[in-house]
């Protein structure tokens, strides 16, 4: 048998009168024996335990409802730490469209170019192969065997040559590169290199002479290498080549 019928009983019992549980009083007035006190006692212990149950299951509820916002909150900021890593990495690689709308224009290729040694040489200054192999050019134009500038401002501009030949004779290596301008009469040197004593013997010699430098450059001007022999320069694109770079 269960608390609650056990309970139920005893309320059941106690409220049975027979006869002898009523008593008259002196002024006429019936009163019951001694049940009532008890089943009252017991309805308010029910109550309280009544409240104590809903109480609990309300703190649960809340309880339930707090971690799940927290969960919420916790996931939306780990997104938005992802979407913002994502940004980052995405600017660092090119500049979003959105923002080349904002700006008004793109972000322009360097101005640059690196032109190799060609071998159908015609005289100097030396002419340069300007597209195939590893040559190429941007914003620099390749023309009368020079390297046209159609933007001013600061540059580096590097030259190598490598001289080789079958005996050595003494003679002067020279490695010169200059620049010329519509605006300005004749040449103006850049840069210069010159050998000599680099060689003894009668035997294989080869020689490598690097110029390279920052220059302030003109619109319009031109730059050229210029070489004391033509049949002494090896023309393999990764041993003479020539080229500048804006910064």
Not at 196 to 216: D, E, I, P, V
Request: hydrophobic share 40%.
């Amino acid at each position: 048998m269960t608390a609650g019928e056990q309970r139920e009983r005893s309320l059941g019992a106690c409220c049975a009168l027979s006869i002898s549980d009523v008593a008259v009083g002196g002024d006429g007035d019936l009163s019951l024996g001694g049940c009532s006190g008890t089943q009252t006692g017991g309805l308010s212990q029910a109550r309280r335990d009544l409240v104590r149950v809903g109480f609990l299951l309300l703190f649960l509820l809340i309880l339930v409802a707090f971690t799940g916002v927290g969960l919420s909150v916790f996931k939306i900021f780990h997104l938005e730490k992802e979407v913002d890593e994502l940004r980052e990495s995405a600017g660092a690689e090119h500049i979003p469209p959105s923002s080349q709308k904002l700006t008004g224009h793109r972000k322009e290729a360097r101005r640059a170019a690196h032109v190799t040694g060609n071998p159908a040489q015609q005289g100097l200054p030396l002419e340069w192969e300007p597209s195939s192999g590893h040559a190429y050019t941007s914003g620099i134009q390749y023309e009368e065997r020079g390297l046209r500038v159609s933007e001013p401002g600061l540059y580096f501009v590097y030259s190598q040559v490598l001289f080789r030949g079958t005996a050595c004779d003494a003679q002067l290596l020279a490695h010169v590169v200059y620049k010329r301008n519509p605006a300005s009469p004749g040449s103006l040197v850049l840069m210069e290199d010159r050998a000599t004593n680099f060689c003894s013997g009668q035997r294989l010699w080869a020689r490598s002479s690097y110029l390279g430098a920052l220059f302030r450059l003109r619109r319009m001007d031109s730059l050229h290498v210029n070489v004391s022999k033509i049949a002494l320069v090896s023309f393999d694109e990764s041993k003479t080549f020539f080229g500048l770079f804006k910064l």
